[in-house]
Structures are given as C-alpha cells and as structure tokens.
C-alpha cells in the first residue's frame, strides 16, 4: 500500500467521522497555531531589532559611557576630568582598528523653529563629522558637518527628515534655509536620508529621522555652555576583534581618567546576548504553551484511533486475509493518525496566519509570518500524528487475523 | 496432480491451561482442479483445518505442502503473501468495506500484492464480468443484496488469479434462492478448472461438490 493511498484511506476515514475527527483535529489546530503566532512575535520582534541594530551603527558600533565611580574609587572621583574630547583624541590615536570617533552631545530641550512652525520629538546632537558615518546617516541633499564648522562655531545644521516634514512645506528645497534652535538662527547645510522599514503600520526606523546635528563646538559653545560629554561613539573595522577592540578603548579612557574607572565600554554583541536569552525565553513560553495543546491534541489522537481500530477491527482481520503485512497495517494507522495531525497543523496555520494578518493591522502588536514558524508548526504537527499514532498502529498491527475475522 | 497435501497434521491449543487437539494426526490431499467441501459440526476441527489450509495459521506439528513446496514452518510474513498470491478467500459475512466502492473492494488484495499487480483495475473488472456484477463497479455494498455481496466477495477472491479459493460457509447468510445462486457460481468456477473447498456445516451444500471431507472431534473420517 502505498503513501499516497495511505492518506487517501486516512482522509476517507476523517470524512466518515466529520465531527468526531474534527473536534480532534481542533486540538492539534490550537496547539499549531499558538506555535506560529508566539513564533510570529518573536521573529517579528528580532526581525526589527535586526534592522534597528544594523541602521543604528551595527555591531561595527562601541560606545563609551558614563556609569558611576566605583566605590573603592569614590574619594578618587575629582582626579577624573570625565568624559571629554581629549577621550576620543587618545582613542584615535592609541586604539588600533578604530576608523571613526565623535563624542556625542545632547541638548536636554533644544526647540527647532521656522516661522511659526515647530519641530516636536527631535534629538538634537552635537558631534564631528565622523558621527554621521558611525551612526549609519547619509545625505540626500547638501553637505555632511565638517572640522571647519567646529572649529569655527559654525551656526550650522544638518537635519533629519522629520524636522524638514514638521518645519517646511512638502518638496520644499531646505539647504539654505534658516531656522531657529532656541532662538538661535541656524542655517540648514545638509538634509539626511528618509529612513524606513515598515513593520505593519509602524516604521521601526522612525527615530532615525527624528535628529538634527550641530557642529561639536557649536553646540557645546553656543547651545549648552558646558565641555561635559554625554558618550564618545566609535566605529571599528573588524568586527572579529570586537572585544580586543573594547578593551584596548577601555584601557585608554581609564588611563585619560587617571585610573578612575568612571566610564564603560559597551559593544552591541552585549545587545545580541542580552536579546538571544530574551528571545529564548519568549520561545520557550510559547513553545510551552504550544506544547500542552499539543499534548492534548496527540492525546485526542490516539484516543480516536483506538476507538476507530476497536470499531475496525473485522477490516483488519480481512485486510491480514488478503495478504497485508503486519507492516502494511501498522502503516495504514500511522498515516491516518499522521494525516489527521497534518490536517489539524493546516487548520493551525491557516488560524495563525490570520490572527498574524489582524494582529498586523493594530499599531501595538506587530508579529511577522515567517516561514520558520510555519515549518516549527508543521513538523510538531506531523511529530504529534507519529507519536500518537506509533502505539494504536503497534495494536492493530498485532491483531491475529483469525481472531479479528472472528470479531463480532 | 496434488495441490496441496497435508501429512500427519496435528494442531494443539492450550485454552485456559487445558490442551485442545483440534487437528489430531490429518492427512490430506488435494488435487489441482478438485471442488470439495469440508464438513463437519461445530467443534469438529473443520474451523482450524481451514485456519490451516488457508494459511492463516501455521500446524503444531506435520507438512504442509503447497504448490511444489513445503510450507509448514513458515514466518508471518511468507504466510501472508502466499495468502495474497494463491489463495482466495470467501466468507460467511462478505467481510466487504462499507466505504468502498464494488471496484475498490474487489481491488483491495493487489494493494497487498507483491510485487505489484500490473492492469489491475481491468483484471477487477473481469473478475466483476465473471461474476455477473459489471454494473454495480461504481455502488457501495451497502446498496446491493446480501448475493449480489458474496459475488462481489468472490470476485475479490479471484482476482488474484488464486491456486486455490477458499469459501468459509458462503451461504450462510443468504436466503435459499442468492444460496442457489452463489453455489451455481462455483460450480461455473469450478468448470473453468478452478479448485475450491467450501468449508460448510450443511449437507445440502456439500452436495454441489464432487468430494466431502468429513471432519469429526480432530480427524477426518
């Protein structure tokens, strides 16, 4: 008997008992689909964390930041000038892979207005030119930051498209343009790239857009009247030697600090193990959940398939008459069982990806259907159909023909 | 020329710790063509003799041998496909499935058949012509009479192209007229130089044969 058969027998077996078979396959259909939907949110939420983490520097990005003095350092924490330009002076000149550096400023509430408009939910930041390239901006129109308008305390800008999309009119030519950062006028010399990935109606890269940058000087100058650096951003080469890296920076701040461990090298692989345990505690919980539905579901299965053998059980004795194999009987239960697992996976699948396309729809919740969860589904799904099929197909198989045709 | 010959057969059980000899020392031989009919009461022996000439069971001790060879010790697996390849049976209760079609009923043993039974669905349909049910391929059992369900079974049974049918009280369930019926039809088998063995326990059955096997408490008389 052949595969194909199998199934056709399987199928022709579930249409004989509609309700019994389907109210199993229900079970199964459950188990699926809270795979595919709990697989969905976890892939959809890496999927944007990838893409988040790529457009913001990439595992190419370290940063070094501020953390509290230590306590065995505590009366050593005025020796430390903190974190300053000298910082990223010394990294580029003692860390070995380093390409770029740029301290970081951030202006606390900088308001960007133009006539009577005004820009809302802007970070405004002060760096040098290599900031841009270190955070993964490109410009559309005009020019990047250079030295020049540092050095000179250049009251320039360069701005993100949403500040252009809130302060100017649609297609409107912004280079040239003047605006006002707390009342000072600032002339527009570059406009960055649109950034988007849309992730059902949310674009994850929307805080790309939502920046302005300033020359490092000016802002610390003219904006914010202090040298106090908020984090120093640097881009490396060679991602294989990230630690290397880390701590060559580390040993170099800690040096310009006088010994005063004040400040903190972090690298994104820091992110990537913080998110895989995330994620895999997500995996588990719903992988968990699917689980006992599963559970439930083969239960229900073999279950069905001990009251089908029991009502079968003249067939079966024919069936051995004829000539059948052990081995043919115990395949034809098998592929029953496994057919109705696989229908009740496709019912799961089908339900998952629609609550997955509703789900798309709302602004909150954004799971992705991927084709690793359908297949996770699937597989548990025909997993489910061979493990509780093994036992009743072993039961029927071993059926003495005479006895089974004797069988009232 | 003999078809099969059963020597010094015994069948023991053990039923509840007792030992039942069921088949007690049998010889028997039949002949390639031959339509016989075994008879015998209930508990006679005539169930297990059958069990053991259609290869459903194996004998406690003796030979067997079928077809040029001796087939007595033989696995599960053996057993089974000279059931597919050489035996056809018939029973009292059709034993046909409800939910197939006449031709997929009556095609149901090639899907057993090793190695694969070329034409097979124009050999089911022959097997339908021959015995009088070409127009029914397509009706499930449930939609014809209780004869018009044994020619169905009997066309099941040939179409193998068995060495041998076996019928276990083929009339038992059907009223005198579908019984004269289903007997004619094996007498007509039986011209085409088929050999049958009816296994019955009633005389008037027996009588359409040429040659009755009577079985009484294990032996045959």
Not at chain 1, 215 to 223: E, G, N, Q
Not at chain 1, 263 to 283: D, I, L, P, Q
Not at chain 1, 305 to 319: F, P, T
Not at chain 1, 380 to 398: E, M, N
């Amino acid at each position: 008997m052949s595969f194909l058969s199998g199934i056709g027998n399987g199928l022709s077996e579930i249409w004989a008992h509609k309700l019994r078979s389907f109210l199993t396959m229900l079970c199964v259909a459950m188990g699926v689909a809270s795979v595919v939907i709990s697989n969905g949110f976890v892939d959809g939420l890496f999927e944007g964390w990838k893409v988040s983490m790529a457009e913001s520097g990439g595992l190419e990005k370290i940063r070094v930041e501020r953390q509290a003095t230590p306590n065995n350092q505590r009366h050593l924490a005025g020796t430390s000038p903190g974190l300053s330009m000298l910082d990223a002076e010394r990294i580029r000149e003692f860390c070995p892979g380093v390409v770029d550096v740029s301290p970081e400023l951030t202006g606390d509430s900088v308001e960007l207005r133009h006539g009577s408009k005004t820009a809302e939910d802007i970070r405004v930041m002060g760096g040098v030119p290599d900031i841009l390239p270190i955070d993964r901006y490109e410009i559309v129109e005009g020019r990047a930051l250079c030295d020049l308008d540092s050095h000179r305390k250049l009251q320039v800008i360069v701005i993100g498209s949403a500040v252009a999309e809130q302060l100017f009119e649609k297609n409107e030519s912004v280079v040239g343009k003047t605006i006002q950062c707390n009342g000072i006028p600032f002339v527009i010399v570059g406009l960055l790239k649109h950034y988007e990935k849309k992730y059902g109606s949310f674009n994850l890269l929307e805080n790309k857009n939502r920046v302005a940058f300033l020359p490092f000087d000016t802002m610390r100058v003219k904006m914010l009247g202090r040298a106090r650096v908020g984090r120093i951003l640097v881009r490396v080469t060679d991602t294989d030697h990230l630690q290397e890296a880390a701590e060559a920076i580390q040993n170099v701040v800690t040096q310009t600090h006088r010994g005063v461990k004040d400040c903190k090298v972090h690298t994104n692989e820091e992110n990537v193990a913080s998110y895989e345990s995330t994620k895999k505690g997500f995996m588990l919980v719903g992988s968990g959940v699917g689980a006992v539905a599963l559970l439930v579901g083969g239960i229900g299965i073999m279950n069905l398939m001990l009251a089908s053998i029991h009502e079968r059980v003249r067939e079966i004795g024919l069936r051995k008459a004829i000539g059948a194999w052990a081995s043919d009987i115990f395949l034809q239960f098998l592929v029953e069982a496994v057919t109705l697992a696989m229908l009740g996976g496709l019912i799961g699948i089908a339900a998952g990806a629609g609550v997955i396309q509703v789900l798309q729809s709302l602004e909150e919740f954004r799971p992705l259907l991927s084709m690793s969860a359908i297949t996770v589904g699937f597989s548990f799904s025909v997993l489910v159909g061979v493990l509780s099929g093994l036992y009743p197909a072993i039961q029927a198989s071993r059926l003495d023909p005479i006895e089974a045709l004797r069988y009232e | 020329m003999p078809l099969l010959r059963l020597v010094s057969i015994t069948k023991h059980y053990s039923v509840g710790g007792t030992l039942v000899k069921a088949l007690d020392n049998v010889d028997l031989t039949i002949d390639s063509g031959e339509f016989s009919a075994v008879i015998g009461p209930s508990g006679s022996g005539k169930s297990t003799l059958m069990h053991l000439l259609g290869f459903l069971d194996h004998p406690t001790s003796g030979e067997i041998h079928f077809d040029g060879e001796e087939v007595a010790r033989i696995g599960s697996n053996r057993r089974a496909m000279i059931r597919s390849e050489k035996i056809g049976f018939v029973f009292q209760s059709f034993n046909l499935l409800p939910r197939l079609s006449v031709l997929q009923n009556v095609l149901l043993p090639t899907s057993y058949a090793r190695p694969r039974i070329p034409n097979a669905e124009k050999r089911a349909r022959q097997a339908l012509e021959s015995v009088g049910m070409a127009d029914r391929a397509h009706h499930r059992p449930s939609q014809l009479s209780g004869g018009q369900r044994q020619r169905v079974a009997i066309a099941r049974a040939l179409i193998n192209e068995p060495r041998l049918i076996l019928a276990d009280e083929p009339t038992g369930n059907l009223d005198s007229r579908s019984a004269e019926n289903i007997l004619s039809l094996f007498e007509e088998l039986h011209g085409q130089g088929r050999t049958i063995i009816l296994v019955t326990h009633d005389a008037n059955v027996a009588c359409h044969t040429q040659r009755q096997i009577r079985v009484l408490d294990g032996k045959i008389l």
